[in-house]
């Protein structure tokens, strides 16, 4: 039996082409897939955290707000390394001083002690020792002194020398004594320094890995040399003093010149070794680190800072430059850049000093 077709699909006609009609369904679905593609691609924008790459990672602005933050963690391990500088090298001139007294101490002992043999020689040769003399030559001065009140035969310059000598000892043990402990706190203190340059190294190391993962154009702005160079015909703000005035000539002379951390220069700085060097030249000797430079002179309102003020930064006093007049400061900012003009608020200030 043959089957007929069915109402709902009537035979085509020779020639004829059914037209295609969109399905309700796959209309449906094609537009969904398109939405859905976009709210994907809408939320993985929205996912992605403030300061990220799209493309994964942190961006550009992220990883110099890091760089940022380590060259400032560097900056007050190197302040903390001028610190323990600063100690070492006073502690080694005090183990140096204690020495050579105890050596002059030493010295005094012995002439003092061959003053002794020799009258201990006259008295053998005129017919024997006197048993006072042969105490203090056998034994201690303490133990002569508590003997010598009960001889009679002792006589007042004997036991002036004999006082003497036992003068001399104490300051010799006690110039010993105080040279062994600044020998011993003057190792700490290296172990100390140590210490500090290490965390230094670590975070310039973390920095500079971060460093090379920002574009090669972003890495060049950062090394610029100032923000703002001189304007020629500004308006010079008068010095307070003629040391103020020399010491501002000596800092925009260094201008240019290379950031080193622990240096003082003439030819590389940190931001205290530019700011204690500048005014060295003036005569005037500061502090080595900017918390020690927090305290060198009369605090003034920064609205009334004059040239030459010293411009300390951050809450724990760890940058320092110099204002210079017109609003900016010079200062040796950071490990990559150079000794630069910037403004006198970039960054919180804690105090403006005036030596």
């Not at 900056?75 to 020495?99: F, G, I, K």
């Not at 020690?292 to 030459?308: I, N």
């Amino acid at each position: 039996m043959v089957s007929q077709p069915s109402p709902r699909h009537a035979p085509r006609r020779p020639g004829s082409r059914r037209r295609a009609q969109p399905s309700g369904l796959s209309g449906l679905g094609t537009r969904v897939t398109a939405l859905s593609a976009a709210a994907g691609a809408a939320a993985v924008l929205t996912a992605a955290p403030a300061g990220a790459d799209p493309a994964g990672g942190p961006s550009p602005a992220a990883l110099s707000a890091r760089v940022d933050r380590l060259y400032a963690d560097a900056e007050r391990a190197t302040e903390r390394y001028n610190t323990a500088s600063e100690r070492v090298e006073d502690l080694r001139e005090q183990v140096e001083r204690a020495q050579d007294g105890a050596a002059r101490d030493q010295a005094r002992v012995n002439r003092m002690r061959g003053d002794l043999g020799s009258l201990a020689s006259a008295q053998y040769r005129s017919g024997g020792i006197d048993p006072a003399l042969a105490l203090i030559l056998s034994e201690g001065p303490e133990e002569y002194l508590a003997k010598a009140a009960t001889l009679d035969r002792i006589n007042s310059r004997q036991t002036a020398k004999l006082k003497a000598f036992r003068s001399a000892v104490r300051a010799l043990e006690q110039q010993r004594t105080e040279a062994g402990g600044k020998l011993a706190e003057l190792r700490r203190q290296r172990e100390a320094l140590g210490e500090h340059r290490e965390a230094v190294q670590r975070k310039l190391a973390a920095a500079q890995r971060l460093l090379n993962r920002l574009p090669r154009e972003e890495r060049s702005a950062r090394g610029h040399a100032s923000r703002g160079a001189e304007r020629p015909g500004a308006p010079m703000e008068p010095a307070p003093s003629p040391r103020a005035a020399a010491a501002v000539a000596a800092a925009r002379g260094a201008v240019g010149a290379p950031y080193a951390w622990g240096q003082a220069g003439p030819h590389a700085f940190d931001c205290s070794g530019l700011t204690s060097w500048a005014y060295a030249r003036a005569g005037v000797f500061l502090p080595r680190t900017s918390q020690g430079q927090l305290h060198a002179g009369r605090h003034v309102p920064l609205e009334q800072a004059l040239p030459g003020d010293l411009v300390v930064y951050r809450s724990d006093a760890s940058h320092v430059g110099m204002y210079v007049g017109g609003g900016r400061v010079v200062h040796a900012p950071r490990p990559g850049a150079q000794v630069r003009y910037d403004p006198v608020g970039m960054m919180p200030v804690a105090a403006v000093v005036r030596p």
